[in-house]
Nanobody, 124 residues
Framework: QVQLVESGGGLVQAGGSLRLSCAASGRTISSYAMGWFRQAPGKEREFVAAINWSGSIPYYPEFVKGRFTISRDNAKNTVYLQMNSLKPEDTAVYYC?????????????????WGQGTQVTVSS
């Protein structure tokens, strides 16, 4: 079992930055691909970023490219999401997830473990 705990969320003005962290416990995540998703009220959970097990290959949807950066430190069993140039539409609960199995990084059902989420609110 892998337990994931997100932190770093909060309230920020548009154009500002936040750095989310996802600390894993129970098992090393060095064999897992890791992802970040978000869910706004009334909307489905959507893919934000993912990174392969070694940290060498990141994946992003178009709407965050150039603004968000995912990284990982396997020695610390932690994954990060640096979010810059934040917009009000980025407001959501952000979730960290771990994926051991094969399958597309973009779909929630391909992930095996999830954190409880951290709220990000961007004011205009």
């Amino acid at each position: 079992q892998v337990q994931l705990v997100e932190s770093g969320g909060g309230l920020v003005q548009a154009g500002g930055s936040l750095r989310l962290s996802c600390a894993a416990s129970g098992r090393t995540i060095s064999s897992y691909a890791m992802g970040w998703f978000r869910q706004a009220p009334g909307k489905e959970r959507e893919f934000v970023a993912a990174i392969n097990w070694s940290g060498s290959i990141p994946y992003y949807p178009e709407f965050v490219k150039g603004r968000f950066t995912i990284s990982r430190d396997n020695a610390k069993n932690t994954v990060y999401l640096q979010m810059n140039s934040l917009k009000p539409e980025d407001t959501a609960v952000y979730y960290c997830a771990a994926k051991y199995s094969s399958g597309n990084y973009y779909y929630t059902h391909n992930y095996d473990y999830w954190g409880q989420g951290t709220q990000v609110t961007v004011s205009s």
